[in-house]
């Protein structure tokens, strides 16, 4: 039996859809196609505006910000105070995914105000893997591709800092602990009480663990010490207990070094340097002059080659050349901060990587609009939903 050609049946079904889509109804199922898809084109686009230059969600991964956010916490970080930065590479929204190799000028809008002390904020982490094998990005992986990270701003352009026993020092005064900063305390009892884990619980204290107490502390848990994590409110009552002798601040003795900033992971770190003693470290200001030699080398050489661009390298003689001219001094092009973690024990921040540039920064956090207890089946916490930060 013949068969008609492929072509004539290919020609007849397209007949029978042009006439399809001419009725009424046809009409209907295209117009309705057609808003559909303009519907969730203009969503994306709205919802990216929003997130580039207004708001952003972000999930708090690392309890590094506890008890001020806590592991499961979805937060609002807005860019509207400091000034949202515009797009500098090309890829697929929502998505780490991004064309290597295609950069443009990243440029700061206007914003309502600047960086202030106490503020928490997100930026892209600054480190590379060239420097900070362990958490450090490749280098040159663009800025807004840098995994973002979240701190409370304690150091300010200009302003000096320094750590001695675990006390923060800004420009030689105290910064005391507030609110939910936390950190490790020595727990001294009364000869033969004890203090129970329920207890500990009550007060939402946290015992530090056997292995943390030898290896960074040099001391193990005996029947009258012991040592725990919490915020100076909750110490003070444990302390008010009758078995309680003291609480002091749990300080890494000063014959174990730590590489502290701008010691590199690779550098055997100095005894008396750790994360609860840190030297006096100058917190560069765009427009401030530095001197540049051997001693000032270590301290500035990301500054300038990293987040600066500069070629620069430290010669034989002591001096420093940049962009291929020997230069005594250096000039800072950007603001930059220090930024140290709420759980300050168990945070990885200024303290070993060095300074927050200003073009790194996100924006600050608001609020935490929802927030999932990950160790209890990811049940809500209701009582921290649309919670401001403070």
């Not at 990885?348 to 929802?370: A, N, Q, T, Y």
Request: aromatic fraction near 10%; proline fraction near 9%.
């Amino acid at each position: 039996m013949a068969t008609k050609p492929r072509s004539a049946r290919s020609k007849r079904a397209r007949r029978a859809k042009n006439a399809e889509a001419s009725t009424p109804e046809g009409k209907k199922k295209q117009e309705g196609w057609r808003e559909t898809v303009r519907f969730y084109v203009i969503a994306i686009a709205v919802i990216l505006f929003i997130r580039t230059f207004f708001f952003t969600p972000f999930r708090i991964p690392t309890p590094s910000m506890e008890d001020t956010l806590l592991v499961g916490d979805f937060l609002i970080v807005s860019k509207i105070g400091y000034g949202a930065r515009t797009p500098n590479t090309v890829g697929i929204p929502f998505t780490n995914i991004y064309l290597p190799g295609i950069e443009f000028p990243q440029t700061r809008l206007p914003g309502l105000g600047g960086v202030e002390r106490g503020d928490v904020v997100v930026f892209n982490y600054p480190p590379s893997s060239t420097d900070d094998p362990v958490f450090g990005t490749p280098a040159g992986t663009p800025i807004e591709r840098r995994h973002p990270y979240v701190k409370r701003v304690l150091g300010l352009p200009g302003d000096t800092i320094a750590i001695v026993d675990k006390q923060v020092y800004v420009n030689g005064e105290p910064y005391q602990l507030e609110g939910g900063q936390q950190q490790n305390w020595l727990v001294e009892l009364e000869p033969g009480a004890r203090v129970g884990a329920a207890t500990l619980q009550d007060l939402d204290l946290e015992p530090v663990d056997e292995a943390t107490m030898t290896r960074l502390y040099g001391q193990a848990r005996t029947g009258s010490t012991f040592g725990v994590n919490g915020t100076r409110d909750e110490v003070d009552e444990l302390g008010a207990l009758p078995a309680v002798r003291a609480v002091v601040p749990l300080v890494i003795p000063d014959d174990r070094g730590e590489s502290i900033y701008p010691l590199t992971r690779r550098q055997r770190p100095a005894a008396g340097v750790n994360r609860d003693n840190v030297p006096p470290l100058s917190v560069p200001r765009a427009g401030a002059t530095v001197p540049l030699n051997s001693d000032t080398w270590p301290l500035y050489r990301p500054v300038i080659t990293r987040y600066e661009g500069h070629a620069a390298r430290l010669l034989a003689d002591g001096t420093v050349e940049v962009d291929g001219t020997v230069q005594p001094t250096y000039t800072f092009e950007q603001d930059y901060y220090v930024g140290i973690g709420d759980n300050r024990d168990n945070s990885e921040d200024s303290r070993f990587w060095g300074f927050v540039p200003h073009d790194h920064v996100i924006g600050e956090v608001k609020l935490v609009f929802l927030s999932f207890n990950t160790e209890r089946y990811y049940l809500p916490r209701v009582t921290r939903i649309f919670r401001p930060i403070r």
